[in-house]
């Protein structure tokens, strides 16, 4: 029996260790063929000029702003959000129920798909309270799509510090929010950092909240208002390759945009992994 148990733990781990080379080969695969179909779009004037010609020249600096204004207006509205429905399923619900109804409509939040979000925001923020096609109307959809990522790794992040440190804390006489603020806050901070990071990743990738929302198929000139719409990098990449008037001439721009994409959530991540080992290495020490 033990033999055999070995043997199947081998043959596991070896298919475990075949899927992870799998996954890597085709993510390499796939970010290589990329980067060779799109190099040559890659200069400094595609960073610093306004579409041209049709969009079959120029930069994608519009595109560029759509989405880092996308990307902050979504956090200011879902971060605080998150955070603070996280300490209070954590830290102040006292019911149950309550916090299981609760959790169950993050859940389900969560496993909305996103087109459904562009959808909800189309009718409550550009239609009902005329925001129009927007910044702002963007930035909100985003935000309520984001925010089950935020709530949920907020929340698990604060299930993990230990029992003990609250009751230390209050032990010696702070009140239950300066528990929070001192001493619960700063050590799930390595955890709520990675969902936020998660959560920029997703404003900036998403499509189709934007695309019933706050995108253009082309702006002439920068937002000056967040009553503005504007251009995002996704939506650019779905316009040129689905509804362009030069979809082939603009081939090697629509990779050179997916690039800046990939290249933009790859820094997001790997910012959230660096602040996030710093701050446990500061804890730690």
């Not at 890659?42 to 996308?70: H, V």
Request: hydrophobic letters at 55%; aromatic letters at 10%.
């Amino acid at each position: 029996m033990k033999a055999s148990a070995a043997v199947i733990e081998k043959i596991m781990f070896a298919l475990i260790r075949v899927s992870s080379f799998v996954i890597i080969a085709f993510l390499v695969f796939m970010i290589g063929y990329i980067i060779k179909s799109g190099a040559s779009a890659i200069d400094l004037g595609f960073f610093t000029e306004m579409p041209r010609n049709e969009m079959t020249q120029g930069g994608i600096l519009p595109a560029i702003l759509g989405t880092f204004y996308l990307m902050v207006g979504s956090s200011i509205i879902a971060i605080p959000i998150g955070i603070v429905t996280a300490i209070y399923l954590t830290e102040y619900a006292k019911s149950p129920r309550i916090v299981k109804v609760i959790r169950l409509g993050i859940n389900n939040l969560a496993g909305v798909p996103s087109v459904v979000f562009g959808l909800f925001g189309l009718s409550l923020f550009v239609v009902f309270l005329g925001f129009g096609t927007s910044i702002l109307a963007g930035s909100l959809t985003l935000g309520v799509l984001n925010l089950p990522v935020i709530i949920r790794s907020t929340e698990e992040a604060l299930l993990v510090v230990p029992g003990t440190y609250r009751e230390a804390s209050l032990s010696l006489g702070a009140t239950r929010w300066q528990t929070i603020y001192k001493i619960i806050l700063p050590n799930a901070l390595p955890g709520i950092l990675t969902g936020v990071m998660l959560s920029l990743g997703r404003a900036a990738g998403e499509t189709a909240p934007i695309m019933f929302t706050a995108a253009a198929y082309y702006t002439p000139e920068l937002p000056t208002s967040i009553f503005n719409e504007i251009m995002a990098l996704p939506y650019h990449i779905y316009v040129m390759a689905t509804a362009g008037t030069h979809i082939q001439a603009t081939r090697h721009l629509q990779y050179g945009t997916a690039i800046v994409l990939i290249a933009l959530v790859l820094a997001l991540n790997m910012t959230g992994l660096i602040l996030r080992y710093r701050f446990r290495k500061r804890l730690k020490g």
